[in-house]
């Protein structure tokens, strides 16, 4: 069992940065990790996610250049600097990890999820 708690959401302004991170119990080995975000009405979708030596990443087409996924394995953390955001990029952030998969990119390749964190960017 891998238990998953976000923390560094908030209220920014448009431009500005935040940095989530996501610290990770229960197990000492994982394997890919990810942030995902769901704003009102949508469906969840991938931010970014990482492999379990940060050597491998992906990136959602939406943050290219503006995000950047990394993780800590000695604290079991995995972070996500958030920079120019924008309006659009509100909604709650959910940080992902899995025992198995290599590189996930859609939400059933994960089997552990953390309770989520509001980001909120006003204009």
């Known amino acids: 069992q891998v238990r998953l708690v976000e923390s560094g959401g908030g209220l920014v302004q448009a431009g500005n940065s935040l940095r989530l991170s996501c610290a990770a119990s229960?197990?000492?080995?994982?394997?890919?990790m990810g942030w995902f975000r769901q704003a009102p009405g949508k469906e969840r979708d991938v931010v970014a996610a990482?492999?379990?030596?940060?050597?491998?990443?992906y990136y959602a087409d939406f943050v290219k250049g503006r995000f950047t996924i990394s993780r800590d394995n000695a604290k079991n953390t995995v972070y996500l600097q958030m920079n120019s955001l924008k309006p659009e990029d509100t909604a709650v952030y959910y940080c992902?990890?899995?025992?198995?998969?290599?590189?996930?990119?859609?939400?059933?390749?994960?089997?552990?999820w953390g309770q989520g964190t509001q980001v909120t960017v006003s204009s």
């Open positions: 992902a990890a899995d025992l198995g998969v290599r590189l996930g990119v859609r939400t059933d390749e994960y089997a552990y």
């Open positions: 229960g197990r000492t080995f994982i394997s890919a």
């Open positions: 990482i492999n379990w030596d940060g050597r491998s990443t």
